[in-house]
């Protein structure tokens, strides 16, 4: 979405007289990217349904203090790293182990090929989770929500500075993780 579309769409929506129509509107545009960002904090697909839930009421809730200084997107990852992080720091969180994520895909030419690229897709998607937060959070934001660098300084309270060196150094620990993985412990 463009920016003055996405200007529009805010004034749209926080005008709205329908409060079911702006959250189904929201749900539809932003969900899948609000469960994926709470999923890629917390690497527990119940969790990240939790998240979403919480995150959208928390916006239903106040949609008229949106302020569009920040696109709306911007300002949904925000609110999913906050929600995200609170529901982390929970006694409930503790208690419980972390799982693996599977990453599905569409469909493929062949099965072989399937399996070979959901494979490659697991393995890379296993590599980002297992970065440190910091390195993950900036990496996801820039390459799966491709989000700019002012965008993501904006999600994580940090300066550009700052976002790009945790990019530079997440794709350092990928590129150290792969080597090591393709030329095993040694």
Partial sequence: MNPETN??????????D????????????????????????TRRRDWADDI?????????R?????????????????ITRNT???????????????TDWIQSSGARASVEQEWMEKAAMNDIWKMVLNLP?????ALI??????????????????TEGT???RLYHARQKLSRMKEQKENGPE
């Fill in 7 to 16: 200007l529009n769409y805010i004034k749209y929506i926080v005008e709205s």
């Fill in 18 to 41: 329908d409060p079911n129509l702006l959250l189904e509107d929201l749900m539809n545009a932003y969900g899948k990217d609000v469960w994926n960002y709470a999923f890629s904090i």
């Fill in 52 to 60: 979403t839930q919480e995150v959208f009421i928390k916006v239903f």
């Fill in 62 to 78: 106040h949609i008229h203090a949106f302020r569009r200084d920040a696109s709306v997107k911007t300002w949904l990852l925000t």
């Fill in 84 to 98: 995200a992080i609170d529901f982390k720091r929970s006694a409930f969180f503790r208690k419980v182990t972390l």
């Fill in 133 to 137: 937060s910091k390195y993950r959070e």
């Fill in 141 to 158: 934001l820039f390459a799966h929500h491709q989000l700019s660098m002012k965008e993501i300084a904006e999600v994580l309270g940090v």
């Fill in 163 to 165: 976002v790009k060196s």
